[in-house]
Each structure stands twice: as structure tokens, then as C-alpha cells.
């Protein structure tokens, strides 16, 4: 037995799938060894005893644009990347997919460099890249820059599918305004297309899940809406049984019972959380800039001053808790929400779960879902 192997025993352990009471998890450098009973622990493993509370999986976002003040698109550098995973750790999120929002192609090329920087140094918590546009619909643009929304130029193909050899690199567009022909190309080079800030019709979503479109980007919000004559892209997307859906379960965004109903449509396994976080988590004050406009923090809500949503300051723990709170969900389900299955979308199958072989990234939690601890890669943070 290595001595380099650690026991943490006295929580309850959430394996992905179900509970352990009374067993040690059991990880030795950046992997879990094994869920084993308290009584059978080897000799020779160094023990924590933990005071009650929850061993789970640690947390995955796939959309987040900043954090500790930091917004990614005003830094597009590997050091920023650092800073943002460090502001979301607290709040449970072990790994993640910084996202970039529409931008130009100079910056659009920083970030792909920082993150294939980042990814090639194994910047602990960073997965990929998410590029949230500039392939959008302005009638469906939100906050996004009107000015910088543009087609997709043929040239910007190769550094993405580039990219997606290296990392997990997600991009969300408007798929009526991309020819089918480069979603597909982008789908077979490995990039989680995923349709937002889109104004398709049913039909055009259908042409474009068989084209290689694996998800939707933050259901309900900046997409054509599911109607009685038009489903649209929410319509579409409920109906799919294969494409994945983020919702971002923070009450603001969607109302509780549209993601109950979404929640039904769904078969399960097909809907993650998501933040859509800026750069107000881990941070302090009310006012923020973001993308050269002015926006306000205000019991949660980041808007823009004329009422525009702007993003989120919501983190993976309150989405948790607010799924258990709000949609009234099974906690175990809540956490597979905001683990396992973004893993699943992502194809990363040693994250969102623990047992033998999957990664050391889980969090200490409270019985009132406060994040005590977190491990990355076996690396603990403890905040108390």
C-alpha cells in the first residue's frame, strides 16, 4: 500500500449514481482508488476524518464567462483563466469551460491560444474553450455586441477544428445563419456545437441536429420560442431526445415552472446546469462593466441599466441548491446535473462521478450544501 494513498472518512459519499454511509473515499495523487467501508481501510493509508457533511463530485460549468472581477474577453490570457477558476472554486466548480462572448477575430485568437496554453501546462480546472458566438442571429442577440455579430468566415474553420485536437472546445451559434455543411465539419472535428442566440424555425433546428448540433445553449433564453403553430428552437430542443439542454437555475432567467416542464420533456440525463457567470462571482460592489457597457449587480440579478439581462452571478453550488430548492428535485439528481452529465456532454468519462479511476475532483459539503472543502486533482482547499 503507498503511503502516498488518503482516506477521507465520517461524511456520507455520493458516488455519481447513489449513497455511502459509513466508507472512506479513497484517491491517491489526482485519482480515486476506491469507496471502501471504514472498517475494511487498508493499513498504511493516511486518514481524514471529517466532521459529517457530504463527499460529491466536484462541479462542472461549460459556461463560464469570468470570475473574481475578471472577464475573460477583457483578459484573453492564461493567467486570466487562473484567476477565474480560483474565483469559482469556492462555490464548487472543480473544472470548466471559460467561455469568450462575441468578439473580434484578434481577441478570438488570444483566447484560443490562452486556452490551448493553459490546456498544454494542465492548468488545473481548465477543460476547453467555450466560444458563446460571434456566429449569432442579432434579432436573438441579447447582450452580445450587435456590432461584432458577423458570418462565420471559412478561415475561422481550421484554428477551431484545430483546437478541438488539443481540447474540449464548445461553440454556440446561430445554426440558420452557418451552412449545415460546416456544422458538420466542425461536429467530426470534435467541437460540442450547440445552437443560442438563434432565431431558427423547427425545421431549420432539425436540419441542424442531423448537421451535428449536440446542444442548446442556455434553453428559453435569446432563441425562438415554442409556439402553437412554430415550436422553434425550444420546441425543437424539448422534442430531441439526444441533444443536451443548459439551463441556468438561478430564477431569473427561466421561471421555476418552465424548467419543471422542461425538466418532464426531457428524457433524464439531457438537461445540465449552467451559470452563464461574468465576472461578478468572487466579487465585491454593484457596479461592473462588461463589454463596454455599464451594468448593475442588484440582489443577484446583473443587468444592463436599461433592464438587459447580462449574463449571471449565479454559481454551481446556489444552482444546486436552487434546484433542490426551487424545482424541488432529488438532491442526487440536482448534483448529476451539475456533474455528471455536463461530463457526459463533454465525453469526459473520468469526471462527474467517484469511484475506481475517476478523477480527485470532489467537494466537502455541508448538510446545507455550503461548500467546506474542494479537491482538483487531489489537491484539497479547505474554507473554514
Known sequence: MSQSW???????????????????????????????????????VRRHQLSGGLLVPGLIDVHVNGGGGVLFNDHPEAAALGKIVEAHRPYGTTAMMPTLITDLDPVMEQAIAAVAQATAEGMPGVLGLHLEGPYLNSARKGVHDEQRIRPMPAQMLEPICQLAGQTKVMLTLAPECVPMAWISQLAAAGVRVCAGHSAASYAQMQQAFTAGVVGVTHLFNAMSPLQSREPGVVGAALEDEQSWCGLIVD?????????????????????????????????????????????????????TLDGVLAGSDLNMIQGVRNCVEMLQLDLAEALRMGALYPAQFLGLTEYGWLGQGSRADFLWLSDALQVQASWIGGEAEYYR
Do not use: C
Not at 10 to 33: C, K, P, T, Y
Open 251 to 303: 430564477g431569473l432567467h427561466v421561471h421555476p415552472a418552465t424548467m419543471r416542464v422542461a425538466l418532464r420533456a426531457k428524457p433524464q440525463g439531457k438537461v445540465m446546469l449552467v451559470t452563464d457567470a461574468v465576472h461578478t462571482v468572487g466579487a465585491v460592489g454593484e457596479d461592473f462593466n462588461l463589454m463596454g457597457k455599464a451594468i448593475k449587480r442588484i440582489n443577484g440579478k446583473v443587468a
Open 6 to 44: 488518503q482516506a477521507y472518512q465520517g461524511a456520507r459519499i455520493f458516488d455519481g449514481q447513489r449513497w455511502w454511509e459509513g466508507h472512506s473515499l479513497v484517491i491517491s495523487a489526482n485519482q480515486v482508488q476506491s469507496i471502501v467501508a471504514d472498517e475494511a481501510l487498508p493499513a498504511g
